[in-house]
């Protein structure tokens, strides 16, 4: 096995991403967040975490460049906010969550509604190149020469 292609500095997008947000944890929060929950107690209540781990889960969230810190009240308070990079998560935790519907969920499930239709989403990843649905042709993992 090549273990730099695997490690968090090595070649696949992949590895780099969930050495950043691979944690199921780190996944709900940004999932929350996305549902609009900005603050430490709100994550906590959705989540029902314990504070510590809340705590080191929003710091790298943090430090990573998903989330920004906000001050919301006139006290030491602050939120937590979606950075561009954790709004382009979005798309990745719809289709996870689709994965989820498709192979791992039976029984009553959440679901993504369109907020303008009021349709739910189907989500599907769509290659920009050829149009084509991704997982409908064979693909292959290119790594650079070292």
Request: net charge positive; with cysteine; proline share 4%.
């Amino acid at each position: 096995m090549n273990t730099e292609n695997n490690s968090a500095t090595g070649a696949c997008p992949i590895a780099r991403s969930l050495a950043v947000f691979g944690d199921t944890w780190s996944l709900l929060i940004l999932r929350d967040a996305h549902a609009g929950l900005t603050r430490f107690d709100q994550f906590r209540k959705s989540l029902g975490i314990v504070p510590t781990m809340l705590t080191r889960r929003l710091a790298s969230l943090t430090q990573e460049g998903l989330l920004e810190k906000h001050r919301y009240s006139e006290t030491t308070r602050e939120e937590y906010r979606l950075t561009a990079a954790g709004r382009d998560l979005l798309p990745v935790l719809v289709m996870l969550g689709e994965w989820g519907r498709r192979h791992r969920c039976e029984g009553r499930l959440s679901r993504m509604i369109d907020v303008e239709t009021g349709d739910e989403v189907k989500p599907v990843v769509i290659d920009a190149v050829t149009g084509e649905r991704i997982g409908t042709r064979p693909l292959r993992l290119e790594v650079p020469a070292a």
